[in-house]
């Protein structure tokens, strides 16, 4: 399954998320180290703003994240745009570690995107099931890529996760994050 399609399938399991997100959950704290869910959700938007333009060829605009449960939605919605455009997956795509292409790259949105579904569902107490599929091609990436990119924020040292954990649990672990009753 490809970049594109495999966000397809993210998307709306995003938005839902999000849609879901009170403001009074705003602040509280994530998985993603140092980062609120407000935190979470700006850094999103962020990386969606800048990947778009990257995509496009263009130069990134100033996100507006004064409401980041407004701007979520069209911020992502832009991103999806730009990779699925005809060629896009072809292209070279200035990414913040480097030049990738961009088949390459929108699987790495696609697994931040899933990982940090996974830390905002954690810190607002929702239920978080992405496709198991979705889910394996991810994990398969992550461990083809993640190793050299692994700095301890974004993406941290691998840890153990639970004797009962899912296959999203076990692809967050894989990142560095550990679960709420870890935190």
């Not at 896009?88 to 949105?109: C, I, K, N």
Request: net charge negative.
């Amino acid at each position: 399954m490809d970049g594109a399609r495999q966000l397809d399938e993210l998307m709306p399991l995003l938005h839902g998320l999000v849609d879901r997100i009170s403001p009074e959950q705003l602040d509280d704290p994530t998985p993603c180290v140092n980062f609120s869910v407000t935190g979470v959700l700006e850094h999103m938007i962020g990386g969606a703003t800048m990947f778009a333009a990257a995509y496009r060829g263009e130069l990134p605009a100033t996100p507006d994240t004064a409401d980041p449960l407004a701007a979520f939605g069209p911020a992502l919605s832009d991103l999806a745009a730009a990779i699925t455009a005809p060629g896009a997956l072809e292209r070279t795509v200035a990414a913040p570690f480097g030049d990738v292409e961009g088949e390459t790259f929108a699987r790495f949105v696609v697994l931040d995107g899933l990982v940090h579904g996974w830390d905002l569902a954690t810190a607002t107490g929702q239920r978080y099931d992405p496709p198991d599929a979705l889910v394996d091609a991810a994990e398969a990436f992550a461990r083809q890529t993640l190793d050299p990119l692994r700095d301890g924020v974004t993406f941290g040292t691998s840890v153990q996760p639970p004797v009962d954990a899912t296959r999203i649990e076990i692809l967050a672990a894989f990142t560095g994050r550990r679960t709420q009753e870890e935190l």
